[in-house]
Structures are given as C-alpha cells and as structure tokens.
C-alpha cells in the first residue's frame, strides 16, 4: 500500500515540479512576428433567457480593430426574451438566427446548426463560439488571429469582474481557485505541449478541424471533458490563451472543473483507449491529487517512515523518512513558484488556501452514508403532492404504428412521464420544471431506438400557448386539414394526437 502511494504521489510531485519549471517561460507577445495573413472568422454569440448583456457584447464585437472584411458575426436566439432591437438593425451587418421553439434547444445543438450550414463555406478559417454573458477588448480578434497560427483549438482567459463582496466566501474560494488553474496550471500545460479542457463558454476552433471531429455535445462540464478527449485522440490539444481575454460579471461566475468521480468515471472508461502522448497524458491527468490529497499523502508516508523507519519500493530501492521529507519540501518549493504566475492579489491567497477546507467539506456531505442519510430524512420530512393521468399514445417505426400508454406525473410541481408499452415501463431519468420537457426527454430516448412519438408537442403543426403556468401543455393545431376553415383555431394539448401527424423538423426553426 505505502509502495503505491510512494510512487503515485511522486510521479505527481515530477509532474508538477516541471510544470512549474515550464512556466518560468516568458508568455510575452512579440508584435512583428504577427502573421501578414487575415483569417477569416465567424463569431458565433449564443444567448438564451434574458438578454442580459447582449447588446454591449454585439457594439464591442462590431468595433474590433480587426479588418471588417475578414470575419463576421451570428447571434444565436434561443428563445430569448425581450431580446434588444439594435441587433436586428440591417445596416450592422449581423446575421440573427432566432428559435422561437417551445423551450430551448440548448448551446449545444444551435452552435452544431449553425457550423453545419456554415461547413462548406469557402471563406471561412476558424470559428469564435461565446456566450453572450461576455465582454472583450477591441483587439479581441486581432489577437485570435496571431494565435490560430500557433493552436487549431484554444480557450480565452476569463477575468471575472465586480467586487467580493457580491459572493458568498466559498465561491470567492471558487474563483480563486479557478484562476490559480488557469492562469498557472493550463498555461503551462500549454507550453508543454499539452491538452487543457475545453470550455463552452469561450472557445476558438478552425473550421477544418471542426468539421473533422464533429457535432458538439454540451450538455455539462464533463460532456466538455469528453470532447477535450475527442480532441486529444486526434492527436489535437487544446491551447490555453492568456493574451486572448474575455471579461464576464462575477455573479454569472461558474466553476468549471467535473467532479472527481466523474473524472474517475472518464479515465474508467478511456485508459485502455489512448494511441498518442496528449490522449494519454490527458486521461492519467485526470486522476491528479488535489491539493487536500497531497497533505494527506505526504502526512502518511512522514509517519510512517517516521515510526517504522523505511520501506523497499518495487524491490530495488529504500525509501526513508528524509527522502520524503525532501520531495515534500521540493512539492512546496514548486507551488510557491506557481504563485507567481498565478496572478492573486494578497486577499486571493486567502481563499485559495482555504480550498483544501472547502474539498474536505464537500467529501464529507457527499460521502455515501452520509448522503444517503441526508437525502432519507429530507425526503422522509417532505409530503408529496403527487398527480398523475394517463393517456393513449402512437409510436412509429416508420412502417408500423403501436399503441401506447404515457403517464404524466407531477411530484411536488416537478415533471416526469412514465412510458408503458405491453406491461413494460420506462420513467424519465430526471424531474423537469415543465411536462414539455420531461415530454422532450422521452422522445429523445425514443429517438435513439429509431422510434417517434407521434403527439401534439412533437408534431410540426403545433403551436404551443404560453398561458403563464409552469407545464404549458396547451396548444393550438395549425394543420391544413381538409373542410378547415382559414383563421380557425383547433385547441390541442401536447400529448394528443391525430392521422395528419408529420414529425417537427428542426431546420425549421430558423
């Protein structure tokens, strides 16, 4: 055990010790050795909900110092409310796509729409994917194009403005963190020739390559981790770009590193299935200690080799108390080098200190028994308000219908549906605010068995009624039937159905 322990916490402390010596490199940007050569760059600004800071984005976008014939810029709608009337002004040149669909259909799916109609576009180099909760500089992609000489894929630096005072300690902790790995840790990744996990968020990414490796999936931080190991199979590693910067509000921070069990999960999964050094490298990274597991590392083996001297390591060499004390030393040496280049203001290291307080708290409250304690007596102390109605239903192969059963559930104002066909049943993973959405859920696990749910909701003659209530399960059918008269209206609700069914094709949204 202590074998184990010995090598996996010193091939961490070799690891660290050269990422520290790495980052020593100067990161200073040197102007004449700027490419002649004007990429031609798509941003592509993606908003949903409220419009927020929207339109500020799309004034500072449109007065960059880059050359105005060589990129171009797409706002992305995704049911946005209210969304500001500039943006639709012809003379700014800015090509609106906007989805007034039921709900959202996510970052994810309208930045793959929007990269597939755009793939074969002769002019294009290189994509800027954002969302609009950002701001940047005037040389924003003055600066993007220098470095897409040097990275097919890389991340901006994201500085978080506004006072400390708007969050609570532990998301300053969170912050402080966050900026500790990206202003050290991913910038010397990137020096090194590695791969960093990619954010949503923020990123840039040549038009070839993207067409290459595919279609995004977005769906949290570990579906990007996900595609960060795409990109790393392809022999691709993601460049982390502190020159390029992006400034968002500290109240819309979020903190982007997976969970280490969903980590463990990905290496799980991967370990067996890396072919080059980035892929590898990459999936054994995501098993590094924090800075709390370190401490408990090191604690054990001074201990241990304190009390009961030294111990035989793989059989070919002894391993005492001053030799760890040394690499322990040496470990601290290293972060204290990493500081430097982390970029903390004085109250800074306060919170970044405290974070190894902040991982043992969260492995307490998220330690099994006492999880599983905590979620039985919030659920034994909650009364449920639990309504249910079933309804008849119509799947298709294409060739054959089958009739069905879906039973709508409503757990304290949260939504599921349970789909039942031949006394077998399957219930929606996850509780949704809206029945359309726990409707939308079912059809997608449909969809992957090539199977449609042929209902009012999924049908493209539907339009939905937003009557101010959470489900809006009302709606209007817009169907051309036979003997209908114009400027009727057919009242509908998302779980019926009719023969003039015909499936909602989502191009159609635009």
């Known amino acids: 055990m202590f074998t184990i322990l010995y090598l996996y916490i010193t091939i961490f402390t070799v690891y660290y010790i050269l990422l520290s010596i790495i980052s020593l490199k100067s990161n200073r940007k040197i102007r004449d050795k700027y490419t002649s050569k004007d990429s031609n760059i798509c941003v592509i600004v993606y908003a949903s909900g409220e419009a927020g800071t929207l339109e500020y984005l799309i004034r500072q976008l449109k007065s960059q110092s880059y050359d105005k014939k060589s990129y171009s810029i797409y706002v992305i709608l995704d049911k946005v409310e209210n969304p500001p009337e500039f943006i639709f002004q012809t003379d700014l040149g800015i090509n609106v796509v906007n989805i007034n669909n039921m709900e959202p259909i996510g970052k994810s799916q309208a930045y793959s729409i929007v990269a597939e109609k755009l793939s074969e576009a002769p002019y294009l180099d290189a994509y800027v994917f954002m969302d609009s909760k950002n701001y940047v500089d005037s040389d924003f992609l003055e600066n993007i194009n220098f470095y897409l000489t040097k990275y097919p894929v890389f991340i901006p630096m994201i500085n978080y403005i506004g006072e400390d005072s708007e969050l609570g300690f532990w998301d300053n902790v969170r912050i402080a963190y966050s900026k500790y790995i990206s202003q050290f840790l991913y910038n010397a990744r990137t020096h090194a020739g590695l791969t960093n996990l990619l954010n949503a968020d923020a990123f840039i990414i040549k038009r070839d390559l993207l067409n290459e490796i595919g279609s995004f999936d977005f769906k949290d931080k570990t579906s990007e981790a996900n595609y960060t190991l795409k990109l790393a199979k392809k022999n691709i590693a993601v460049g982390s770009v502190n020159d ?133 007596i919030q659920n034994k102390n909650r009364k449920h308000n639990i309504e249910k109605m079933t309804a008849d239903v119509i799947v298709t192969d294409g060739k054959q219908d089958y009739m069905c059963k879906i039973e709508l559930i409503s757990d304290d104002g949260l939504a599921r549906v349970k789909f039942i066909n031949k006394g077998k049943t399957y219930t929606t993973k996850n509780n949704h605010l809206r029945m359309v959405d726990a409707l939308k859920e079912l059809s997608h696990k449909l969809n992957d068995y090539g199977l449609s749910l042929k209902v009012c ?54």
Not at 499 to 510: G, I, Q, T
């Open 244 to 376: 390029v910067k992006i400034y968002r509000e500290i109240e819309n921070f979020d903190f982007r590193i997976p969970s280490l069990s969903k980590r463990t999960e990905i290496f799980r999964e991967n370990w067996t299935k890396t072919d080059n050094i980035i892929s590898f490298e990459y999936i054994y990274s995501l098993l590094a200690p924090n800075w709390l597991v370190c401490i408990l590392c090191y604690a054990i083996l001074l201990s241990h080799t304190y009390h009961f001297g030294a111990f035989k390591v793989l059989g070919f060499f002894n391993v005492g108390y001053y030799g760890i004390l040394i690499t322990t030393i040496m470990l601290a040496l290293a972060f204290c080098v990493s500081l430097f280049h982390a970029g903390i203001y004085a109250k800074g290291y306060l919170y970044l200190f405290s974070y190894p307080l902040l991982s043992i708290w969260h492995i307490i409250v998220n330690f099994p028994p006492i999880r599983g304690i905590r979620n039985f």
């Open 457 to 510: 909701q999924c049908c493209k003659y539907f339009q939905p009624v937003v009557d101010g209530s959470t489900n809006m399960v009302q709606g209007l059918c817009k169907c051309p039937m036979q003997g209908r008269v114009e400027g009727d209206i057919i009242n509908t609700l998302i779980w019926n159905t009719c023969p003039n069914f015909e499936k909602e094709n989502v191009v159609k949204l635009f």
